[in-house]
């Protein structure tokens, strides 16, 4: 029992550094850390898109992740179900980020289904 122990640790030991090291593996990684050829004769366009605004106003600042949230983001149409909506706006602001033609349609679905609009806001995007 002992010898097969040390036969099949001794067959792990050399079998996982031959798989880490298999070319497949490789081959897989390495084509995602390196632009494609396609990418490359695009490379001029990159930031090309990039426009300069202006800095947000005085007071802003980024939370720390240990902070306690004051509220949560959601987008609509929802990727998310109701009840846990539902759930959440009984303890925290719920931020909606919806186009402005789609609010109505957002406003009375989270209504239909008893979400508590006092915890609702909108972000327009």
Known sequence: MKKQLVAAL?????AVPALAASPVLYRERATHDRMS???LTR????GTY?????????????PAEYEPMTGVLICWPLEVPYRLLDSLSDHTK???VVSSANQPS????????????ANVGYVIA
């Open 37 to 39: 050829a396609e990418e």
């Open 94 to 96: 719920l931020w909606m």
């Open 10 to 14: 001794l067959l792990l030991a050399l």
């Open 43 to 46: 490379k001029h366009e990159i």
């Open 106 to 117: 957002c406003q009375s679905g989270l209504t239909s289904n008893g979400i508590n609009m």
């Open 50 to 62: 990039i426009t300069r605004t202006a800095p947000p106003p005085a007071g802003t600042r980024n």
